[in-house]
């Protein structure tokens, strides 16, 4: 008896000594690849650097988006390791509600979400000045405020035109939450356009969160937790983990929880978006103008198609719609993502967004009559 419970222990031991080991080579191959990529851990482009330049009017913005800005968004999406820098940090700003560093990037927002210290500035009649809602997508969780497509917008048409973008995008809104915007912030802003930049998560209902979280690691919590904050090892696994269970679908992805009821979501979205333009409309200005963000674009894939029913929706309120078709078509499998930890679209994304927009606003009469 003595002898098999030696044994049980001896197998026991010679077990856990592996996984031991094991945890320990990764732990040692993560610290030296993390040292390696150092220069990567750097692609976190400077506030201080100035804005790209924009596509030529002519142009087209998928093919001029800047070197520097496509490599340092590669260089950031191979880095394996979360640097230091890149964590999470809460700060004080004056004038917002809550602060903090994310990414390398500082993050502030006022007291409505939105991404600003300091309170609308009074209408300009003499300025052209487009209100842009949407949820965080708008917002820019992850890069400069200056690299969103609206801070990109603002600097490009600023120079030929009397115009203002105001970024009134929040995280976690839905088209319920964006319809109360617009009817909150119409009267007070007194736009002269509206653009609503779609996420397809806009579907879902008010309230309703996303990612499920079955299928827990196998660990305790709080052990769980101390690995991750204290380990390279246990924030790699962790991570590779969630994305494995999302691959095979046992724990659900951000396509399942908008499909899940996607007829019922249907009907609530195409509500939501009549009302918007009708709001918009009674207020004496031009239709709305929209377009369906994706920052990883599959074509024919299921955000593909959530996308062309979502296009149908805002066509048929009336809205003038930026179509998506060959977006999809140039960067199929593209994956345009700030980085392993951040899913919000990169700057790369933003810039070909915003070449979309810029594009489509040259075309209409009512901004030509603010050129300068």
Not at 31 to 45: R, Y
Request: glycine share 6%.
């Amino acid at each position: 008896m003595n002898k098999r419970i030696r044994n049980v222990l001896g197998n026991i031991a010679l077990v856990l000594g592996s996984v031991v080991f094991v945890f320990a080579v990764l732990e040692g191959y993560l610290w030296i690849d993390s040292d390696l990529s150092n220069p990567a851990n750097a692609t976190v482009i400077s506030a201080a650097a100035p804005a790209p330049a924009a596509p030529p009017a002519s142009g087209d913005p998928d093919a001029n988006v800047p070197p520097g800005i496509v490599a340092a968004a590669k260089a950031r999406q191979r880095v394996t390791v979360m640097p230091d820098a890149w964590q999470h940090r809460d700060v004080n700003v004056p004038g917002a509600a809550h602060a903090y560093y994310w990414q390398g990037v500082l993050h502030v927002l006022d007291s409505n979400g939105f991404r600003r210290t300091t309170p609308f500035p009074p209408k300009d009649p003499n300025v052209f000045r487009v209100m842009i809602v949407g949820d965080s997508l708008t917002y820019g969780y992850g890069i400069q405020e200056k690299d969103t497509f609206t801070g990109l917008l603002n600097n490009w048409l600023q120079k030929d035109y009397r115009v203002e973008f105001l970024d009134l995008g929040v995280s976690n809104y839905q088209s319920e939450d964006i319809l109360r915007v617009i009817r909150t912030f119409l009267p007070q802003l007194h736009p002269d356009l509206v653009i609503y930049a779609v996420c397809q998560n806009d579907f879902l209902p008010s309230g309703v969160g996303q990612y499920s979280v079955d299928w827990r690691f196998p660990l305790p919590e709080r052990v769980k937790l101390f690995l991750i904050a204290h380990t390279r090892s246990g924030a790699f696994l962790n991570g590779k983990y969630d994305g494995a269970l999302r691959a095979l679908h046992l724990r659900r992805d951000f396509f399942d929880d908008i499909l899940r009821d996607f007829a019922g979501y249907q009907k609530r979205f195409r509500r939501d978006v009549g009302e918007m333009n009708s709001v918009v409309n009674a207020a004496g200005l031009p239709p709305m103008m929209a377009l369906v963000l994706d920052q990883y674009p599959d074509y024919h894939g299921r955000g593909y198609q959530i996308t062309k029913v979502a296009e149908a929706a805002l066509r048929d309120a009336g809205m003038d719609v930026i179509p998506m078709e060959d977006y999809y078509r140039r960067h199929d499998h593209e994956v345009m993502q700030v980085s392993e930890w951040e899913g919000h679209p990169n700057e790369v994304a933003n810039y070909i967004w915003a070449g979309m927009i810029m594009d489509r606003l040259r075309e209409r009469p009512y901004l030509a009559r603010y050129k300068r």
